[in-house]
């Protein structure tokens, strides 16, 4: 869930400034050594589910001309409202990560590797003043096979927004993403709330998606309780069609995923992207 918690990332206690700076110098075996007891528990889920495609050491050849390979864009899915909170409970198999983007990209890149390593996919609703400071992470997360959306624009709270305002927001990401990627995005989260208002909604579908995206599950890691913490909080309420709130740049998630996915996994449930979900 997005709150004015966030707002104090800048200014976070001693103890989460150490573990984000400790993870920007060892980003790449943080979580791997975070989760060590759960390293079999992990190999156990990888091997339950497809193999990912491997991540990529260098960007792709479309990227490096400058002209980024066409992303998927947003679908309308008429079974579904206006504001998507989780994906049909009648499958048994599936729940959706979604994770807030922004933040540390050191962070950022060892949670993906994390869910890849897994089997995983994932949503993320990127910030556009965070592409603009790290724009390979969208092509990243795209050739991982995650889903890329928008998170609006600056991150603020878009409710209390004019319309003009809240429309540049909006608009504003999805222009990032397009130069980026060739899309919009396939998704639209608003900022600062969990739910968009009529207005937001309105204006999101006139920019090109036809569905908000919101959550049935808040894992309040932004609170950076531990990572056994976020694990427990998250699988107390997820179901199957679960739509899960998770976050970019604290060191409590990448260390809490092996085994949040591990244990998902043995209840049946495998994480996919959101649109995999609805699908």
Not at 85 to 92: A, E, I, K, Q, V
Not at 151 to 163: C, K, P, Q, S, W
């Amino acid at each position: 869930m997005t709150t004015p918690a966030e707002d104090h990332a800048a200014s976070a206690p001693p103890r989460r400034a150490a573990l984000l700076t400790g993870l920007a110098l060892t980003a790449g075996t943080l979580a791997a050594g975070a989760a060590a007891g759960c390293s079999a528990a992990r190999t156990a889920h990888a091997q339950g589910l497809t193999a990912p495609p491997a991540a990529p050491s260098a960007p792709s050849a479309t990227a490096a001309r400058g002209t980024p390979a066409t992303a998927p864009a947003p679908r309308g899915y008429p079974a579904q409202p206006p504001e998507i909170t989780h994906g049909p409970r009648t499958h048994p198999s599936r729940v959706a990560l979604t994770f807030h983007g922004q933040g540390d990209p050191a962070v950022a890149k060892a949670l993906l590797g994390e869910a890849e390593k897994a089997g995983a996919r994932i949503t993320v609703l990127a910030v556009g003043t965070w592409l603009d400071e790290h724009p390979d992470l969208a092509r990243r997360i795209l050739d991982g096979g995650h889903d890329l959306g928008n998170h609006t624009l600056r991150h603020l709270d878009i409710n209390a927004m004019t319309e003009t305002e809240a429309a540049a927001e909006i608009r504003g990401c999805a222009d990032r993403l397009k130069r980026l990627t060739g899309s919009i995005g396939t998704w639209f989260r608003p900022s600062r709330s969990p739910r968009a208002s009529p207005l937001v909604q309105r204006l999101a579908r006139e920019a090109g998606y036809p569905h908000t995206l919101s959550y049935d599950v808040d894992s309040l890691d932004y609170t950076s309780p531990g990572a056994a913490a976020v694990t427990r909080k998250v699988l107390a309420e997820v179901r199957p069609g679960s739509v899960v709130s998770l976050h970019f740049g604290y060191a409590d998630t990448v260390a809490a995923l092996p085994a949040l996915l591990h244990e998902l996994h043995r209840r049946g449930l495998g994480a996919v992207t959101t649109t995999e979900l609805l699908s």
